[in-house]
């Protein structure tokens, strides 16, 4: 993400949505799509900007209209906050080859929040010891907010690291919240996603970070549901703990049809069993057999609270 003033956004790129850290713009300056006045009260956002042709073809196909439509219904203290969303007049735009073609461009402005979790960590660093009680802690904050979203029946298709951004409060409290929808659907009204044999709905998000009904297998039905995003998220936090050392890689090389399991390294961490087996929940191979984030998010308040007595609390 880059950092720009309100009154010098560069020009977009044709069909490539891109994302702007937005600064306070010069003294009494005004424009028609960044007006200052939308600009917190920190002086920054985040601006995404897309620009795609006007064709019949491409009629409501605007990922970031798409994705301002869902934030939009969303309100919880662990999702990126909505400043504004529209659409810009049409307007010429000058291609590769020099011809003018008619363009529409639209815009999302959604509040800064700080580094995604894994540059958090690393900028704080972070000793094994504490990370226990951190990922606690922000377990039951995205626990929570993954509960909130399927209330809603929105599945988000592309929890990840990168996609979870965290500031700190006064007070010195991490927050931690789920960005980036450009992935997400309403499940709730469009139905979970499915695909066969390369037919259906387009499966989406970061393969690294995928759950495995979600990969494509012959003959086989591909979906996407709330609990992809439970498995997402369990993989996301045990990808931190095996950065730390906590665990082994194993759990990253299993066959088709196994639950992961991880393997403790470090096993004199207070509560690091019971968040290891927390996580193993969410990494069930069938996602019925995993945990609901409901369930997930009590059981990670019950470890925050085990892990700060013990004296794992202290950042």
């Known amino acids: ?97 020099g011809y003018l073609i008619k363009v529409q461009q639209y815009f999302l402005k959604m509040e800064y929040v700080g580094d995604n979790l894994r540059t958090w960590l690393n900028n704080k660093g972070t000793s094994p010891g504490k990370l226990v009680s951190i990922l606690a802690d922000f377990s039951c904050q995205c626990f929570g907010a993954l509960a909130y979203l399927q209330e809603c029946g929105i599945v988000h298709c592309d929890i990840k690291p990168e996609n979870l951004l965290v500031a700190e409060s006064p007070d010195g409290k991490a927050i931690i919240k789920i960005a980036d929808f450009g992935f997400a659907y309403d499940a709730g009204k469009e139905g979970f996603k499915v695909c066969k044999n390369g037919e259906g709905a387009a499966i989406s998000g970061s393969a690294q970070f995928a759950a495995p009904e979600t990969k494509p297998k012959h003959g086989k039905e591909q979906t996407q549901t709330h609990k992809s995003d439970i498995y997402s998220f369990g993989l996301t936090i045990a990808s931190i703990l095996c950065n730390y050392a906590v665990i082994d ?14 393997t403790l390294k470090k096993k004199d961490i207070p509560m690091v069993q019971e968040l290891v087996l927390l996580i193993e929940k969410t990494l069930s191979w069938e996602p019925e057999s995993r945990v609901t984030a409901s369930e997930a998010a009590e059981e990670a308040k019950e470890l925050l609270v085990a892990a700060e007595a013990a004296g794992a609390g202290g950042r």
């Open 1 to 97: 993400m880059t950092e720009t003033k309100a009154d010098n956004i560069p020009d977009p790129e044709l069909d490539r949505a891109q994302v702007w850290l937005v600064m306070s713009p010069a003294k009494d300056h005004q424009n028609d799509q960044l007006v200052c006045s939308d600009l917190p009260d920190e002086g920054r956002m985040v601006v995404k900007i897309e620009v795609i042709p006007l064709i019949p073809e491409n009629k409501g196909k605007s990922a970031t209209s798409g994705e301002s439509a869902i934030l939009k219904r969303l309100q919880h203290d662990h999702i990126v906050r909505c400043i504004d969303s529209g659409e810009c007049e049409n307007s010429d735009y000058q291609d590769d080859s």
């Open 249 to 262: 890689a194993g759990y990253m090389r299993i066959p088709d049809g196994t639950d992961r399991e991880l």
